[in-house]
Structures are given as structure tokens and as C-alpha cells.
């Protein structure tokens, strides 16, 4: 249950009772701004007594304490609404809670599990937009009311982690293991491998580790845990905590790989000793070598299995080239093993260079670490030219820096790949996060001037004023938007449009020098758009700074 008014569903409602078709998806939010409201009524007005049954709906909505005025227009009811009473709503949950909407329903347990790069090198521009995505997911659910953690799943396991320490080994044995050592190690075993043309060594290693050799994974997480650390500190630069850790060895060594083929045990057919099941629409996936070792995917089953046994609903964020394992892993836990636990995948589109794609052994990778320390200085350059140098410098060139990578990361449909160029990254024009950052200083140097007392006057508002009242009456309704659909972008969106809708204000709508109760009121408008604004921001991952 919303703990909000939900004024579009109290429309409904009262339309309802005279065409009782009329959904939720007849009354919305003028997108044209001819009006604040409209109830479309295009599609019903070949229906018997269409005009009165209209004209009932008008007499009904009319009533409504938030209606001003009301007009049938060409099919559509147009509704303007009530900026005082949009006004008294938004403070009064404000007063009483410190923040507009406060809650929307009732706790359950959610995990979110983001990144999960292989720990092979620094975490380059094509993952971070997954740590981004599933970091503003978690501050967006957890906004919604349901208690979040957010997993890390370590992939320990597999061809590449045995190449990373085939690497060490071969090459820089007995070295200190950094990342620039193990980094080096990788690039040469592959050339090493492509030289001798055969992967035996690998495949050896492999049958060996995935056997449950203590002392190889022991070793093999040595080192990735060498590189985990600096993924963790590139994704704190970003603002970006994990809440686990969860290393996929530890379901080899727990043996509780051989309890997912025996729960599937009904469900697997075998070929030449190997077992696959067979997914309806995919194809043969296999969860046992002819060896008797274990693939990623009979590992992914268990670590599910853990995670079901903890959360409610898991939401797994992963790229567009992931499809077919999540159409699988889905089968798998709902259909075959019966689990009642939501498990829902959130695709996103890959991010590539204008060269190609990256790749972390080949050396073609953008690091995230890189162009972060790039957008610092871009913003200290900006922030010099404004207000030369000050102690304060350095923190606001960090948040921008992040708060524009965040945004430029969001800003495009989630679903959409992203060709990365650098232009585009630190562009502090345009629909940016800079942008959205200065129109919130904007406001606080309106408060920093101003003080107030008495009553604030809601009549005669100007066009301004309640354009930006009802922008931020449909906060709630962004978010509830963004939750649904999983799609954080929609935030990143609003805000650029609340932060227009600001603009106009501050320049149309003078505070110094008017009347008192209508500089009252504009001053309270103010504080309401910082409060939204703020809470909206971190949800994306902005961060507002004093001045720019």
C-alpha cells in the first residue's frame, strides 16, 4: 500500500464509477503540459451515453480538494491543479518525516547482485557501468522500502582465474604479486599459449582445481584477491560498497556442487558421461563434465540456492550477452526446482570503444580509474576558473567527477549499449550532471540571502511557480516508475527536468524585494526542490556541492 495521496489513482477511481474501463493508463500526467492532469476519453466517446457519463466524470473530479479547474477538450479531460494544495502535501510529509514521499509499502529482504567481473585487471569502462547501475538499483529499492544487500560473486573458478596464476607462476614466480606483475603475467600466458598452440596446461590445472585441490585454490584466490582489493577501491572512488563477498570456490570445496546434481538428478539425461539438462526454446546445458567436475553454471545454481535461502527476491545485474544464462538460471531455480523466489535479471547494454571492444589481456581496456582521474582534473580546471583555488577545491572536483560519470553512465536507457568516447564523458555542457548539481547551489544561494517570517500566500501563483510544484509532486510516481521497470534512468531523467523547471523559476520568479508572504512562499518552494532534489541525487549518485 502507498503511503503517499496518489492522486492519479483517486481520478481513477471516481472515473471509473461512470466507465468502469477507464484505467491507469488513461489518467497521467500531461507529458504536453496543456494541462497539469488528463483522463483519456478518446477511445470511449463512440460508446453509449459517452456525454453524460463524461459529464459525470467532469462534475465528480471537479469536486476533488487538489482540482482548480477542469475541461473537456477533443476527448480529453484536462485538469489543472491546485498549487496550494500540491504546496501543503509536500511540506507537511516534509515537517513530519524530513522527506517527500516517505515510504510506499512494507519491508521484505532483497539481494542485488552487480559487478561480479572476473578479478583478472582493473575494472575498465565496459563493467563499470554495471557497479553503477546496480549500486543506484540498491539506493532505489531501498528508497522503496525493502531492506537491500548488495553480493559481489567472485568468480575464482574457471579458465581465466587458472591463466592469472598460470601467468604468476610461469612468468614472475617468487615476486611480490601486484597488480601491475599480475597483470603482465596474464598478457604473456596467452601469448605463451597461442605459441605452443595447445592449452593443456590450463585444462590440466583446471581439472585439478575444480577436483577440490586445497593448495591450487588456495593459491588461485591469493591472487584474486589481489585484484578484488583494487576493484573495490576503483568502485569506492565511485561511491560504489558492496555489502558480500561471495567466492564461487567456496561451493567446490563445500561439496555443495554434487547437491545440485542431485536435486536435478530427475531432470539431467546423460552423454558419454557428461549431464545436461535439456531448457525448453535453448538448447543441451550441461552441469557435469564426463570427468565428474563441475561447470560455472552448476556453481551459479548453488550460489543461488544460498541466496534464495536468504532473500525474498534476487535481482541479478548483468550484461545483454548474459540473456540465454538468465532465461536458463530461471528455468533452473523456478520451474525445476520449484523455488518460489522471484529471481529477476536486469540487462545492460555493453559499453564499447569507437576502436572496438575491450579486452583486459589484450590491453585495449579504458579503465574506470583512468577516466575518473581524468574528470577530476577536468572539474578542477572549471572550478579554478570560477572561484581560483580554495581548501574546498579538491572535494568538489572529486564530486563532480563522479556524480558526472555516474549520470553519463545512467542518463541513456539501461537496455542501450554505449559507444564510450571521451568528449562525451567530460562535457560539462548540456543534459549533464553539472548541470543538475549547479541549478541545487543555485538554490542554496537563495537561502544563504534570505530569511523568513509570517504566512506565505498561495494566490496568484505565477506560471513558474506551478509548473515547478507539480514537477515535484510527481516525484513519488518517478520512483515508484523506476522500481517497476528496474530502470534507474528514469530518475536521471527527472532530475534534469525538475532542474529546468528550477531554472525557470529562479529567473522568473523574484524572491528580494517582494511582498512578504509571497517571498515567504517562493523561499519554502526553494527549500522544498532542495529537499527532492537531494534525496533523488543520491539515488543516481550525485553529489551537491556549495558553489560551482
Known sequence: MLLFQDILELITSEARKHIETVNEKDVIFDPTEHAHITIRLIRYQKENNFKPKMEAIKEDVEKMPFVKSIKFESGYLNINLDSSYLYRAISESIETTGTFPDSFQDPERVSVEHTSTNPTGPIHMGRIRNSIIGD????????????????????????????????????????????????????????????????????????????????????????????????????????????????????????????????????????????????????????MRGNGTSLYLTRDIAYHMYKFSQYDRCIVVVGEDQKEHGKVMKYIM??????????????????????????????????????????????????????????????????????????????????????????????????????????????????????????????????????????MYKYPYKIIEAYRNLKPEVLTNYLLVLSRKFMRFYENCNIMGEETNISNRRVEIVKMFMKIMKDASYLVGIEHVDRM
Do not use: C
Open 136 to 287: 543506484s538499483l540498491s539506493r532505489l529499492i531501498s528508497r522503496y522500502g525493502y531492506r537491500v544487500v548488495t553480493q559481489y560473486y567472485v568468480n575464482d573458478s574457471g579458465k581465466q582465474m587458472i591463466s592469472l596464476y598460470l601467468g604468476y607462476e610461469k612468468f614472475h614466480k617468487g615476486e611480490p604479486m601486484t597488480e601491475e606483475i599480475l597483470l603482465d603475467g596474464y598478457r604473456k600466458i596467452y601469448e605463451y599459449l597461442e605459441k605452443v598452440g595447445s592449452e593443456g596446461e590450463v585444462e590440466n590445472l583446471m581439472e585439478l582445481y575444480e577436483k577440490g585441490d586445497g593448495d591450487l585454490i588456495s593459491k588461485v584466490r591469493e591472487i584474486a584477491q589481489v585484484m578484488l582489493d583494487r576493484i573495490v577501491e576503483d568502485m569506492k572512488a565511485l561511491d560504489i560498497h558492496m555489502d558480500e563477498f561471495t567466492w564461487e570456490s567456496e561451493f567446490i570445496t563445500t561439496g555443495e556442487t554434487k547437491e545440485v546434481v542431485s536435486r536435478l538428478s530427475e531432470s539431467l539425461h546423460d552423454e558419454n558421461g557428461a549431464k545436461y539438462i535439456d531448457v525448453p526454446d535453448v538448447r543441451k546445458i550441461f552441469l
Open 334 to 471: 523456478n520451474d525445476l526446482l520449484e523455488y518460489p523466489n522471484s529471481l529477476e535479471y536486469l540487462f545492460y547494454g555493453m559499453v564499447g570503444l569507437e576502436s572496438g571492444k575491450m579486452s583486459t589481456r589484450k590491453g585495449t581496456g579504458v579503465y574506470a580509474r583512468d577516466v575518473y582521474k581524468q574528470l577530476v582534473e577536468k572539474a578542477r580546471e572549471e572550478v579554478i576558473k570560477r572561484y581560483k583555488d580554495g581548501e574546498d577545491v579538491d572535494d568538489i572536483s572529486r564530486k563532480i567527477a563522479v556524480s558526472s560519470l555516474r549520470f553519463y553512465m545512467l542518463k541513456v536507457s539501461t537496455s542501450k549499449p554505449i559507444t564510450f568516447k571521451w568528449e562525451d564523458a567530460l562535457d560539462f555542457n548540456g543534459e549533464t550532471a553539472p548541470f543538475i548539481m549547479y541549478s541545487y547551489t543555485r538554490a542554496g544561494s537563495i537561502l544563504k540571502k534570505v530569511t523568513t517570517s509570517g504566512k506565505a500566500d498561495f494566490k496568484d501563483m505565477k506560471e513558474e511557480e506551478e509548473a515547478l510544484l507539480v514537477e
